[in-house]
């Protein structure tokens, strides 16, 4: 098995060295300079290599010390820097999710204007009619046509659109549809892209 070393004993290393004081990297690591030299301790025994020559008010880094440095240094600047990454990601991403018709009719000729008002912004478009759960889909925003008789507080009516129905004009003539139950004797278009058409 791959064997680490302690995470908190390398950042307690790589910041003495850095600084070049047990007391300065105890300050920025916001713990004890006596934390600071168990860590250091616990990674010499663990390495089995002396890392520092310790005599009085001055601390002196090993050659075995120094390449131990160089050698973590850049993984340990890898590690920071992916965790600025993924921190920055989360406040800087946005995913929406909305049926194709209004993504490409509606918000498709926004999109430009939204981007340049909101630069730094990732932008991710999810065109589906699918119902989808925010947190399992990992999306920020759904607008959807539904029912709102199941009210929820995560829910915000956009736009009280009324359900509609089309056909020919001549269509409609020959069949005489004027209420609901007219439809009985009509020819209806079904789409299994829609989860709630049937209702």
């Given at each position: 098995?791959?064997?680490?070393?302690?995470?908190?004993?390398?950042?307690?290393?790589?910041?003495?060295?850095?600084?070049?004081?047990?007391?300065?990297?105890?300050?920025?690591?916001?713990?004890?300079?006596?934390?600071?030299?168990?860590?250091?301790?616990?990674?010499?025994e663990?390495?089995?290599?002396?890392?520092?020559?310790?005599?009085?008010?001055?601390?002196?880094?090993?050659?075995?010390?120094?390449?131990?440095?160089?050698?973590?240094?850049?993984?340990?600047?890898?590690?920071?820097?992916?965790?600025?990454?993924?921190?920055?990601a989360?406040?800087?991403?946005?995913?929406?999710?909305?049926?194709?018709?209004?993504?490409?009719?509606?918000?498709?000729?926004?999109?430009?204007?939204?981007?340049?008002t909101?630069?730094?912004?990732?932008?991710?478009?999810?065109?589906?009619?699918?119902?989808?759960?925010?947190?399992?889909?990992?999306?920020?925003?759904?607008?959807?046509?539904?029912?709102?008789?199941r009210?929820?507080?995560?829910?915000?009516?956009?736009?009280?659109?009324?359900?509609?129905?089309?056909?020919?004009?001549?269509?409609?003539?020959?069949?005489?549809?004027?209420?609901?139950?007219?439809?009985?004797?009509?020819?209806?278009?079904?789409?299994?892209?829609?989860?709630?058409?049937?209702?």
């Open positions: 098995m791959n064997h680490y070393p302690p995470m908190k004993a390398l950042l307690a290393f790589e910041a003495s060295v850095r600084l070049g004081s047990f007391i300065k990297a105890a300050e920025s690591l916001h713990v004890t300079p006596g934390a600071v030299s168990q860590q250091i301790k616990k990674l010499e663990e390495l089995g290599v002396m890392l520092f020559l310790r005599e009085i008010r001055k601390l002196t880094v090993t050659e075995t010390g120094q390449k131990y440095y160089r050698l973590i240094q850049p993984a340990l600047e890898q590690i920071r820097a992916a965790g600025e990454k993924i921190r920055y989360a406040h800087h991403t946005l995913t929406l999710s909305m049926p194709p018709g209004l993504a490409s009719k509606w918000f498709s000729p926004r999109m430009s204007d939204f981007v340049r909101f630069p730094g912004l990732d932008l991710h478009l999810n065109a589906t009619a699918a119902l989808v759960s925010l947190e399992k889909d990992n999306v920020d925003l759904a607008v959807r046509y539904t029912d709102l008789s009210a929820q507080p995560s829910r915000v009516l956009l736009s009280d659109a009324p359900c509609r129905l089309f056909c020919h004009p001549a269509y409609a003539e020959r069949l005489s549809l004027h209420r609901p139950e007219d439809l009985k004797n009509a020819v209806l278009l079904h789409t299994t892209l829609y989860p709630y058409w049937d209702a």
